[in-house]
């Protein structure tokens, strides 16, 4: 399953316990999603759960993706990342880093 798929899986899952009338703190709602991820998350996961502040839902998101898309690359070459890849990351991160 894609980290997209996942990510709408866990929003979906989140948004029919909202709608019965119960509330799910964004720290329990990030708990879920690191929890189903696999092992090859790990190192993102330990990164993002010591940011401080926490990070929001949507962040983990684009960094999820960014992570994903970096692993299919690692796993489709066996090279360091181009300069364009690196970029794509960047930018994904620039855009919840703004103050």
Request: aromatic share 10%; charged share 15%.
């Amino acid at each position: 399953m894609s980290a997209q798929s996942y990510m709408l899986q866990i929003k979906t899952l989140v948004d029919k316990v909202v709608a019965i009338g119960e509330s799910i703190s964004t720290k329990d709602h990030l708990i879920a999603v690191y929890n189903g991820l696999g092992s090859e998350y790990n190192a993102l996961v330990a990164s993002v759960q010591s940011r401080i502040p926490q990070p929001s839902f949507e962040e983990v998101h684009s960094l999820l993706l960014s992570y994903e898309f970096w692993l299919e690359q690692q796993s489709s070459t066996e090279t360091l990342p181009s300069p364009s890849d690196l970029l794509f990351i960047q930018a994904n991160l620039a855009v919840y880093r703004k103050p």
